[in-house]
């Protein structure tokens, strides 16, 4: 930049000097330094012509000054004379005039006193040399005779240096001025006309003014252009360079007015040695000539410098447009390119599962197709700078940086994108990994649960089990499961600590599955290792008998209970499963404890409710912040309760009741149910909501890459964009169920011992946790009274139940008919109700209404509890 103004400032520096030096030669040839006056401040005494300058010249080249006869000279006021003598001695060149001056004073029809007076005049005011004085003297005899006595008398008093010479006729004259260097009033032929040479000195020193008056008007404007600051802005420097270039061309129409002026004088001048073959320009007359050519030369002179100036000024100026262009157009591309790499910054590169990994990276190919268009903004932008790095632009400086910083945030948001790309695609593997060991997990523990018991007594039904068994540990090696160990090891710099717990637990739920897969091996190999014996009916003996007690008043039919579930394994500890591992009649299920349960549902809601929180403050309350209204999308207008339905109504709803009485059961996790069969009717208000998520949605793909939700997403700091939130509710009502669903599944354990007879006792009754209550109210019809005195519903749920025949078998093969059958069981303080579920469709109503028919009952003791269970678990034989 330094460079570019030296260089600037040397060139207005020589544009000054150049056009200083016409206006030198201006004055120079005017000369202007002798002759102060012009033709037009003396034009009234030039034209009284009692002095002229004709162009003749004596022998010797001296120029002639005649004084013709002239009946006021005597009156002629001093400095009138002075003017014109003085105007007309400067007029000839230095050269010329160095010579001296032939004065010739006709007086022929005057007096003596004239040619005294003139004489006088003359020696006191001429102003240049003297080469000759001839006076043609009074032709009267009187007269004559007294300018000779006259002249001999005051010769002396003349002081003139020079001979006076008088003359008595024109003849005489000829003797010293040839013929042809006098005008026709002194008897010669030179061509002399005094109001045209007026006119054309008149016209030389004219444009003589206007060349220097252009040079100097130029020589300004050049010190007013290098004087000028640069804009910093588009407009202003356009602004500019239009006002530089209309004073430009405004004064390049002077420059060709003046030419034309010289030219046209030049061509007059031309035109009066053009009148005749044989005429000539006389002296006087050349030197007009060359003077207007000397003008015009300068005149040129003038131009050419200004040009040069102007081109280099005109050059800097386009090139200062250029450079607020490309600042203007780097701040669009990066301010862009920014927000882009907020955007990309702010995506999240792990999800939590499969899906939400396959959406991100939906995301993140949408984001990329979004930035291509900057991007390649920025590469074409950056391209430009080089150009004009190349075109030897001044600002190099400035550019250079530039071009090179849009350059690194296109490779920056490139290698972003593919570093993103790589770690979900990574994370999606595990995730897919972590779902393939669930799902085997959950379809390896439903089979252990799905096996029947009593098929399992016999030698072929536990080969049989066991055959099933191997077979699905096989799949273990069809899935690769063992990959997922590999991959977390592989890709565990990348991962957040988040999805390295989810490898862990999977892994460890892997481990467990395959541990209870490898304890139901060793049961089932016992079993089917041991030889069946035959099963021989054995009539019961009358309740009479003296050998026995009478029997205890209790239903004929016995039951054995096969509970059957499936819950989150890392929820228990590592004691509590083995103990449950080790009860083979449990089919090893694995159970939530409830204090988990409630941590996690309050914890969520806490977090739920935030988040609603967030989407009401940071994006439906600013739709009417007027300083955002700009940014806001036509398609959004009007339409606020569309994009976020009922989303207000169910913020207020939870803020204000919903959390504060689920924070309450903290310590009562048997309250929960209340709460969600208390809210029943409230909670409908997300029916309203997920009808109108399909129109929010539409309304969501119109507006959603707008610049006012990015705004404000960028204000809250949220990696995802608000639609992944507008998707909370519908996700937490699916929680809700979710988590519900596992506080009332398998929360009772029935475990019932083998005895000689095929008949069961012992029943025993384990409650691992307290109940929830229920989410729907329940239909049932109970033969016994009212429920109310069972005491308190502690949990529900379906059950596989088997009971023998009321008749009792006869026949060995009634046994391979001993199949189960699907019960409701209700689990109150004193009493155990199995019951039929029934669903029935009622008038008014789309969904059917379940009821339950009672089928049996068992009276419950809750006092043997856990402690009782946990005594005699190890005393269970295998796979009953």
Request: charged share 25%; glycine share 4%; aromatic share 8%.
């Amino acid at each position: 930049m330094l460079c570019c103004l030296i260089e600037d400032e040397m060139s207005l520096q020589e544009f000054q000097q150049r056009v200083g030096c016409v206006i030198t030669h201006v004055d120079e040839i005017m000369q202007q330094e002798i002759r102060p006056l012009l033709a037009v401040d003396i034009i009234e005494q030039l034209h009284r012509q009692f002095a002229l300058l004709s162009g003749g010249r004596g022998k010797d080249g001296a120029p002639i000054i005649t004084f013709p006869e002239y009946s006021g000279f005597g009156d002629l006021v001093a400095e009138d004379f002075q003017n014109v003598v003085t105007y007309l001695t400067s007029i000839p060149s230095l050269d010329v005039a160095s010579i001296g001056f032939v004065i010739i004073i006709d007086r022929r029809r005057d007096k003596w006193s004239s040619v005294k007076a003139s004489l006088t005049r003359i020696a006191g005011a001429f102003p240049g040399n003297l080469q000759l004085v001839l006076v043609l003297r009074p032709s009267r005899f009187f007269q004559r005779a007294i300018a000779d006595i006259g002249m001999k008398l005051h010769r002396d008093d003349f002081k003139m240096k020079v001979p006076i010479v008088m003359l008595n006729s024109l003849s005489d004259l000829y003797g010293y001025v040839d013929k042809g260097q006098l005008t026709c009033e002194l008897g010669g032929n030179l061509d002399y006309c005094h109001s045209q040479w007026i006119h054309r000195r008149t016209a030389i020193e004219n444009f003589a003014v206007t060349v220097k008056t252009t040079a100097q008007m130029l020589q300004k404007f050049g010190i007013d252009l290098a004087e000028t600051e640069l804009p910093n802005d588009v407009q202003c420097t356009k602004d500019l360079l239009t006002t530089h270039t209309e004073k430009h061309d405004k004064l390049k129409d002077e420059l060709k007015l003046a030419m034309k002026q010289g030219i046209t004088l030049l061509g007059c001048i031309k035109e009066q040695a053009a009148k005749s073959e044989n005429h000539q320009l006389n002296p006087d007359e050349m030197e007009n000539h060359i003077t207007v050519e000397r003008l015009l030369a300068q005149l040129d002179e003038t131009e050419n410098a200004f040009e040069q100036f102007w081109s280099k000024h005109h050059l800097k100026l386009e090139q200062c447009l250029q450079f607020r262009h490309f600042e203007h157009d780097f701040r669009e591309v990066k301010v862009s390119l920014d927000s882009l790499m907020a955007t990309l910054t702010a995506l999240s590169d792990i999800g939590d599962c499969v899906t939400l990994v396959d959406m991100l990276l939906k995301d993140l190919k949408t984001l990329e197709e979004k930035a291509q268009e900057s991007l390649e903004k920025a590469q074409l932008h950056a391209l430009h700078g080089d150009q004009l790095i190349q075109s030897n632009h001044y600002s190099v400086d400035s550019i250079r940086p530039k071009c090179v910083e849009l350059r690194r945030i296109c490779d920056d948001f490139t290698n972003e994108a593919q570093k993103k790309y790589d770690v979900l695609s990574k994370s999606r593997q595990i995730h897919k990994g972590i779902d393939k060991v669930n799902q085997w997990c959950e379809s390896g523990v439903y089979l252990l649960a799905s096996q029947a018991v009593d098929k399992c007594q016999s030698q072929e039904g536990a080969e049989a089990a066991l055959q099933d068994i191997e077979k699905f540990l096989e799949t273990a090696k069809e899935n690769q499961l063992s990959d997922l160990k590999n991959i977390h090891n592989q890709y565990e710099l990348v991962l957040n600590i988040e999805v390295k717990a989810n490898v862990q637990k999977a892994l460890k739920r892997l481990d467990d599955v395959q541990e209870m897969f490898e304890k139901r091996q060793v049961s089932l190999k016992k079993l089917s290792a041991k030889q069946t014996r035959p099963v021989q009916p054995v009539a019961p003996r009358p309740e009479s008998s003296p050998k026995r007690p009478a029997p205890h008043k209790t239903p004929k039919t016995t039951f054995d209970v096969l509970i059957m579930g499936f819950i989150n394994l890392s929820a228990l500890t590592n004691t509590t499963k083995g103990l449950l591992c080790n009860c083979c009649v449990l089919t090893d299920p694995v159970f939530f404890l409830p204090r988990h349960i409630m941590n996690e549902l309050i914890e969520t809601e806490r977090l739920y409710v935030e988040e609603l929180q967030s989407i009401m403050e940071g994006y439906a309350a600013e739709l009417d912040n007027t300083e955002l209204s700009p940014l806001i999308p036509a398609a959004l207008e009007n339409k606020k309760d569309v994009l976020f339905g009922n989303l207000p109504e169910i913020y207020e709803f939870h803020n204000r009741t919903f959390f504060k009485e689920l924070e309450n059961c903290m310590e009562r996790p048997e309250l929960v149910g209340t709460c969600f069969l208390k809210r029943k009717e409230e909670l409908q208000i997300y029916e309203k909501y997920c009808q109108n998520k399909p129109r929010s949605e539409a309304l969501w793909r119109q507006c959603g890459d707008s610049l006012f939700f990015q705004e404000c997403q960028k204000k809250l700091d949220h990696k995802l964009s608000l639609d992944a939130y507008l998707l909370k509710p519908v996700q937490r009502i699916t929680k809700y169920q979710l988590m519900v669903k596992a506080s009332l599944s398998l929360r009772l354990i029935f475990h019932f011992s083998t005895i000689q007879s095929q008949a069961y006792s012992n029943f025993r009754v384990y409650c691992m946790c307290e109940g929830v209550g229920l989410m729907s109210p329940v239909c049932l019809s109970h033969p016994q009274g009212n429920l109310s005195e069972l005491g308190k519903l502690l949990m529900q749920g379906s059950f596989n139940v088997w009971t023998d025949h009321k008749k009792g078998h006869s026949k060995v093969k009634d046994l391979a008919r001993f199949k189960p059958m699907q019960r409701h069981l209700f689990l109150y303080n004193k009493m155990l109700l199995f019951c039929k579920k029934r669903e029935e469709t009622t008038d008014g109503h789309e969904k059917p209404s379940a009821s339950y028919s009672f089928k049996h009952s068992l009276k419950v003791r809750l006092a043997c509890g856990v402690s009782s269970l946990l005594d005699k678990h190890n005393n269970c034989s295998p796979g009953i």
